[in-house]
């Protein structure tokens, strides 16, 4: 079972930056989706950012798309999510999320199925005030 744990959020202005990072442990497969998602009080879990390990493909919600960017260490075993031009509407609690897959098609799928990941962090939380 793999364990994550999410580091990074903070307060920030908006147009500002913030980096999370996501390390990971427990590996027992060749090949996840890693994914970014996000919780707003009183909103749904949403899919932000994900990449397929093997070959680091990744694929963007439209919402943060040109301003945020996913990233992975594989020497470290750690999940990175650069975000720029932080809006108000970026605030939420931020989660880790992994699957192994077997494709990079597949990933891009998975965005939008937060009950498909396996394995959680336990959230970071970023707030944007205007």
């Known amino acids: 079972q793999v364990q994550l744990v999410e580091s990074g959020g903070g307060s920030v202005q908006a147009g500002g930056s913030l980096r999370l990072s996501c390390a990971a442990s427990?590996?027992?497969?060749?090949?996840?989706?890693m994914a970014w998602f996000r919780q707003a009080p009183g909103k749904e879990r949403e899919g932000v950012a994900g990449?397929?390990?093997?070959?680091?493909?990744?694929v963007y919600a439209d919402s943060v798309k040109g301003r945020f960017s996913i990233s992975q260490d594989n020497a470290k075993n750690t999940l990175y999510l650069q975000m720029n031009s932080l809006k108000p509407e970026d605030t939420a609690m931020y989660y880790c999320?992994?699957?192994?897959?077997?494709?990079?098609?597949?990933?891009?799928?998975?965005?939008?199925?937060?009950?498909?990941?396996?394995?959680w962090g336990q959230g970071t939380l970023v707030t944007v005030s205007s």
């Open positions: 999320a992994a699957r192994p897959i077997g494709s990079a098609g597949y990933c891009s799928k998975l965005l939008s199925r937060s009950d498909a990941f396996n394995a």
């Open positions: 427990g590996y027992t497969y060749s090949r996840y989706c």
């Open positions: 990449i397929y390990t093997s070959g680091g493909s990744t």
